[in-house]
Nanobody, 126 residues
């Protein structure tokens, strides 16, 4: 079983930007759908973005659409989440995930992803 490792979280002021990275080891991201999820204290894990493997299409939750951008580098086996215009409500632990999914990634829930990172804290506060 491979591993995913996130990095890039931290404290940022409202309106600021962060770029999260998630590197795969022990397996390749090629041929797999990728996704980013987040969980705020007292709330359920929220799916915020994913990229399908078969056509590279991307999807975003309404709460982040226009502000976050998902991308991947299959050569480096790394996925990214560029987060701009951050808001206090974006504060959460962010998780990356990957899985071989046949259909559009937005059709799949969190429990259908088999590879997860350990999470990285993002705090948006002045």
């Amino acid at each position: 079983q491979g591993q995913l490792a996130e990095s890039g979280g931290g404290l940022v002021q409202p309106g600021g930007s962060l770029r999260l990275s998630c590197a795969a080891s022990g397996f390749t991201l090629g041929g797999k759908a990728i996704g980013w999820f987040r969980q705020a204290p007292g709330k359920e894990r929220e799916r915020i973005s994913c990229m399908s493997s078969h056509d590279g299409s991307t999807k975003y939750a309404d709460s982040v659409k226009g502000r976050f951008t998902i991308s991947r580098d299959n050569v480096l086996s790394t996925m990214y989440l560029q987060m701009d215009n951050l808001k206090p409500e974006d504060t959460a632990v962010y998780y990356c995930a990957a899985e071989r999914l046949a259909l559009s990634c937005w059709l799949y829930a969190a429990h259908e992803y088999g590879n997860w990172g350990q999470g990285t804290q993002v705090t948006v506060s002045s």
